[in-house]
Structures are given as structure tokens and as C-alpha cells.
């Protein structure tokens, strides 16, 4: 089982990323992925979640209208499409997925199964 996160990078204020994680090894599609973020002495925080099974999707407060998730079942990639990007954004990016954990919103990090190695974006002029 293993999931990569890309796409991260340095961005102005006000600019796009796309993130990508792709997973590889699941048997069962029943695992659900969430967006989880972590700044520089933060404790870290979920973003965004993607129920697999009903499409049905999630955001912080702090990124709704902002970001997007989605998924490509046949590429077996989710997204997480990010616009008006803030300094505040400012973290290492990661993707996890748990076992049918999207219940109603997002799950806690802690509740993920596995996780991807984090990709770095850093929003800054």
C-alpha cells in the first residue's frame, strides 16, 4: 500500500498549485483520503477529505471556496486543487487514506491509515 503526494512548490500570493497523490496497492476501494497539513511548529491539521464510496467531500473552514478535492478513479489519483493561496497555506502537504473513515466530515489524522510522504508548498512573494 502506498500513496505519493506531488506537486508541491513555491507560489505567490494569490497563485495555484495542484496537488496529486497517487495510490497503488489497494485491493479494496473502500479507503477514503483526506488532505492533511502541517506548518512549521503546528500541530497538524486536516484540509480536506474525499469519501470514495459517495463522492461526498469536505473542507476546513479555513480553505472552503478556496480548495477543491477530486478524484480520478481510473488514474486512482485524488487532487487537491488550490487557488488564492495565502501565506497562511504555508506547509508540508500530506495525503492519507482510512478504511471508510468519511463519515459525515473529515476525519482526524489519527483515525488515517496510511500515509504518503509530504509534499512542501510554501506561499511567499
Known amino acids: 500500500v502506498q500513496l505519493q503526494a506531488s506537486g508541491g512548490g513555491l507560489v505567490q500570493p494569490g497563485g495555484s498549485l495542484r496537488l496529486s497523490c497517487a495510490r497503488s496497492?489497494?485491493?479494496?476501494?473502500?479507503?477514503?483520503i483526506g488532505w492533511f497539513r502541517q506548518a512549521p511548529g503546528k500541530a497538524r491539521e486536516g484540509v480536506s477529505c474525499i469519501s470514495v464510496r459517495s463522492g461526498a467531500t469536505y473542507y476546513a473552514d479555513s480553505v472552503k471556496g478556496r480548495f477543491t478535492i477530486s478524484r480520478d478513479s481510473a488514474e486512482n489519483t485524488v487532487y487537491l486543487q488550490m487557488t488564492s493561496l495565502k501565506p497562511e497555506d504555508t506547509a508540508v502537504y500530506y495525503c492519507a487514506a482510512g478504511w471508510r473513515r468519511v463519515v459525515g466530515t473529515c476525519p482526524r489524522a489519527g483515525d488515517m491509515d496510511h500515509w504518503g510522504a509530504g509534499t512542501l508548498v510554501t506561499v511567499s512573494s
Open positions: 496497492g489497494f485491493v479494496y476501494d473502500d479507503y477514503d
